[in-house]
């Protein structure tokens, strides 16, 4: 036998080691695009030595489930949206304020900043490591029967918000009768009546086909919806350190590719749900959402720190 030989025949059949990486929107979505951008890189710059599998439209359970198995250990990594992992470290969850940000491009700078880095390693202590910020997108709220122009019109209306407290606590002080359910079982109770109405980034209601259950689009933005890449810190603390470095960039490349998949799609997307038939509500009265919410200010303020909450609305002015 050669030499060598028998060493190159053990190093081929080296199974790479496999994470998998679940998230609850389809693939064609923004949480798709970034985590099939994370995979690309990490097949391409890890050696072969792990492999990244996706599992899209809540394969692996639902958001805060997943988020609960990667605690564990029991699942090697998912892609989030921080309005249900904040169940997991509450003090993320002052990410869920309604109009705590101007617009995008200001979320996303404090997201880059010290602030979000902050923010995100506040997971490990839980057993999560923070990869990198992705993005959900901005909110909008659909609704079945009504158009919504003000926070009176969302007087009684039965509305399925995430499972977060803040936006449950919020929306309630909107007008709304506003619940929790996992996105997994959100089409089919919007199908069945049990919501008539939800909130959520134009690339999820697109790809999630909530036009078929729903008739108006609110463009309301009352909530930007960040999302990151979650990885078990039994899982990454067992890598060597070249491979922790690789996944660390990995994720900021998903979550790149997260974002520019929403501004393609927040661009497109208004003109294609209108095509679809969904009536598009403009006008909306802001300042009277935000009046709403002064009876929560001070919930908020006490919950998580009016200076924290007052940095992440000066940031950049």
Not at 93 to 119: N, Q, T
């Amino acid at each position: 036998m050669m030499p060598g030989l028998s060493t190159r025949r053990a190093y081929s059949t080296v199974q790479p080691q496999v994470l998998r990486l679940g998230f609850t929107n389809p693939r064609d979505s923004q949480f798709g695009a970034g985590a099939l951008e994370l995979a690309t890189y990490v097949e391409r710059n890890c050696g072969g030595r792990l492999r990244v599998e996706l599992y899209p439209a809540g394969e692996t359970g639902g958001e805060l489930e997943m988020c609960q198995d990667v605690a564990a250990g029991t699942l090697e990594m998912t892609f989030a949206s921080s309005a249900v992992f904040a169940a997991i470290e509450p003090e993320l969850s002052i990410f869920d304020i309604p109009f705590l940000f101007r617009d995008v491009a200001h979320a996303r700078a404090v997201l880059d900043s010290d602030i979000g880095k902050a923010a995100l390693a506040r997971v490990e202590p839980k057993g999560i490591i923070g990869l990198a910020w992705g993005e959900n997108g901005l909110r909008h709220l659909t609704t079945s029967d009504r158009a919504v122009h003000r926070p009176e019109d969302l007087k009684n209306l039965k509305l399925r918000v995430p499972q977060s407290e803040v936006m449950v606590a919020s929306f309630k002080a909107f007008g709304a009768d506003a619940g929790p359910l996992p996105f997994p079982d959100l089409y089919s109770a919007l199908s069945s009546g049990a919501f008539q109405a939800e909130e959520n980034p134009i690339p999820t209601v697109l790809a999630a086909n909530f036009d078929k259950v729903q008739r108006y689009l609110c463009l309301t933005g009352h909530v930007y919806s960040p999302a990151a890449f979650l990885i078990s810190k039994r899982v990454f603390e067992r890598l060597t350190l070249e491979d922790q470095q690789a996944l660390r960039l990995a994720g900021v490349v998903g979550s790149k590719a997260s974002r520019v998949y929403v501004d393609r799609a927040e661009k497109n997307g208004l003109e294609e749900l209108r095509r679809r038939g969904m009536k598009v509500v403009e006008d909306i009265d802001r300042p009277a959402f935000v009046a709403s919410l002064a009876s929560l200010e001070s919930q908020f303020q006490k919950q998580f720190g009016k200076d924290k909450i007052d940095a992440i609305r000066a940031f950049g002015k």
